[in-house]
């Protein structure tokens, strides 16, 4: 067949489909299979240690691409281990020739990658091809050997004619990216084929195979064509859940968090839910589901859910400091599996605004430093798998810039995952405080209160999000008995990501929140309960609650000179930030930003004093989020607000 190259073969799961190919051709073609075997596209990629080698060999390499289009010459380059280990000797004159063999495959399937499937790859070693070489061969060891290594990339190719059927049954290629005239590159060709085997087993069918694979790379025309034969297999229903590793849990209740129903149709979504479910219990270090080999005697294919747990008990501290609230200190310690049910207990203290009179001069007169202690319990399962009961007793004393307030409160809620991307938490609240202002002193409040969180969450990464899209809208009935005051604070956020680019070396973050407080006037309301800007989570740059109107800047009779020209908090608030992450490196990211808000005392917030903070930030890539490190300078400050503000945590902004 002039012109044409042709490889068809026979697999049964994506990891064979490497299997069983034969291939007809020009040369480049040896190096097919390569394209086909995912876990193999470039050949071995370990290399041996050099540092001890039975006779060292030296060698020099070149790489040229003619012509050099789509920048090849830099992709083919990095993916060359001949020039990347070119400072890294080699055994001897075999080994030399060993690496070259090696790094000829691993350039061909690289063209195979850019969609190149009449390239000719060259490598000579002292001016010889290494394709006439025997193996045998010995060179010059005296000096460095010289590589040179030679590209000509050939046409681009494209797909062709793109032929599917399932027992016998048509399927739209359009789905799955492999239309005519679409890239041929290997690994999107791949990938689309997985996407299609694993479509089809989360209809139900684990058993799906391709029966047939038949490809032909077309030189006349420069196209691939692809006739692709897939055997589903039927439907199949889970069975009975197995669960193994278990220490202090009890199996049933594993077997029940893990939420497979016997019966309900396979799905390879259902099992990884049920592995993430389990892993978000905290109980486990490590957590596999996977379904049988095989269906079992009553037709259903059963679950293995295997897991190993982590320590039982756990102690943990940690420290802050701020330019302006001091330091700060907390410890806890939590037992993670109380009574064999993943129920967990953390009790925590922390003393924080140490030395805050003493660095900041913006600030105001503090009485001793501020204190917070709780005990959280949770109880996972109570509503079904994806529900957790949150019982909470806390008390503190805190100073922010608007108050003091001492309060102990109680907390009761369900927190309910609706699906992957859909949280509802609802809760009943009961709080005692004493706050003190300019105008009051220890006055007590008594509060019931139902807050209820509804969250969406559409991002590709909590941490470090580069797409997508995260709302969360929060209202909170409560009712005041001293004063006998109905109100509802409610507040509504947005953020949204955009990628430049398919590495995300440019990502463009927003983020907008506004506020109300309905039913009561402002003085009415508690203080904490009102709205306040500034700060980390905020309007960086401005100090925490320093946004928004004020008390007057003297003390009238019967006032507290401690709290002249401080925040009075507001009925409505309205924020927004902007954010433009670039990598300098692939650990380095750079972030520029901009933040704006205002606080009202209406329901409309007050734009015409609306706040803004600029600032710039590094982030530093570890394999747990970014570690964040924000300097904000506020653009228009008040004499509450110092020069700048530096913040610092784990993961991004928002």
Do not use: C
Request: overall charge negative; hydrophobic content about 40%; proline content about 6%.
């Amino acid at each position: 067949m002039s012109g044409l190259k042709r490889w068809a073969g026979t697999a049964f799961g994506l990891p064979a489909l490497a299997l069983g190919l034969g291939l007809t051709g020009l040369e480049p073609a040896q190096a097919l299979p390569k394209f086909l075997d995912p876990f193999n596209l470039f050949g071995s990629r370990d290399e041996e240690d050099t540092s001890d080698l039975p006779d060292p060999v030296r060698y020099t390499a070149t790489l040229t691409v003619t012509p050099d289009a789509d920048d090849l010459q830099k992709v083919l380059t990095k993916a060359s281990s001949l020039v990347a280990d070119e400072k890294e000797a080699v055994s001897g004159s075999l080994g030399l020739l060993a690496k070259a063999r090696n790094d000829r495959r691993r350039l061909v399937a690289t063209l195979y990658e850019n969609s190149r499937y009449d390239g000719l790859v060259t490598i000579r070693i002292e001016g010889r091809d290494i394709a006439t070489l025997a193996p045998d061969a010995s060179f010059d060891t005296s000096k460095p050997v010289p590589v040179e290594i030679t590209v000509q990339p050939g046409p681009l190719f494209t797909l062709g004619t793109v032929r599917i059927t399932a027992n016998g049954v048509p399927v739209d290629p359009a789905p799955y990216d492999l239309t005519a005239g679409a890239s041929a590159d290997s690994t999107r060709i791949l990938a689309s084929e997985a996407r299609l085997l694993e479509d089809l087993r989360n209809e139900g069918r684990p058993f799906v195979a391709v029966t047939n694979r038949n490809i032909v790379a077309d030189s006349a025309t420069d196209r691939i064509d692809i006739d692709l034969t897939v055997s589903p297999g039927p439907p199949v229903p889970f069975g009975q859940t197995y669960v193994t590793g278990t220490d202090r849990m009890e199996p049933g209740f594993v077997a029940f968090m893990a939420g497979i129903e016997p019966g309900s149709t396979f799905s390879t979504k259902t099992l990884e839910k049920a592995r993430k479910r389990l892993v978000d219990l905290g109980v486990f270090s490590t957590a596999s589901v996977k379904a049988g080999d095989a269906q079992v005697a009553d037709g259903t294919l059963p679950v293995q859910v295997t897991v190993a747990e982590r320590k039982r008990h756990v102690f943990g501290a940690g420290a802050t400091f701020s330019n302006t609230e001091g330091g700060g200190a907390n410890v806890y310690w939590e037992d993670r599996n109380l009574f064999g049910r993943a129920e967990s207990l953390r009790l925590e203290g922390a003393v924080s605004r140490i030395g805050a009179e003493t660095i900041s001069t913006t600030g105001r007169e503090l009485d001793g430093f501020d204190y917070k202690a709780s005990a959280t319990f949770k109880k996972p399962g109570v509503l079904g798998p994806d529900s957790v009961y949150i019982g909470s007793l806390t008390a503190l004393t805190e100073q922010p810039l608007a108050y003091d307030r001492s309060s102990i409160s109680l907390s009761n809620g369900v927190e309910y995952s609706i699906d992957d991307q859909q949280r509802l938490s609802v809760a009943v609240k009961a709080e005692y405080e004493t706050i003190t202002d300019y105008l009051r002193t220890d006055e007590e409040f008594i509060l019931a209160s139902v807050p209820v969180t509804y969250t969406f969450d559409g991002r590709d990464n909590k941490l470090n999000p580069t797409k997508g899209f995260y709302a969360s809208l929060m209202a909170e009935p409560t009712y005041e008995f001293n004063n006998s005051v109905p109100f509802v604070k409610a507040r509504a956020d947005a953020s949204a990501y955009l990628s430049f680019d398919d590495e995300s070396r440019f990502v463009l973050a927003g983020r907008v929140g506004y506020g109300i407080v309905a039913g009561a006037d402002l003085q009415d309301v508690p203080n904490d309960r009102r709205f306040y800007a500034g700060g980390g989570g905020s309007v960086r740059g401005y100090v925490f609650q320093s946004i928004g109107p004020y008390y007057p800047s003297f003390a009238l009779p019967g006032t507290n000179r401690r709290f002249v020209d401080t925040p009075i908090g507001g009925l409505s608030v309205f924020e927004a930030s902007a954010e433009l992450r670039f990598k300098v490196t692939d650990n380095i990211q750079i972030v520029p930003f901009v933040d704006v808000g205002t606080v009202g005392d209406d329901f409309a917030p007050d734009f015409s004093n609306l706040k803004i903070g600029a600032g710039v930030g590094a982030r530093y890539m570890t394999s747990f989020g970014p570690i964040r490190v924000d300097v904000g300078v506020p653009l228009d400050p008040g004499r509450r607000d110092s020069d700048f503000q530096i913040y610092a945590g784990i993961g991004q902004a928002f």
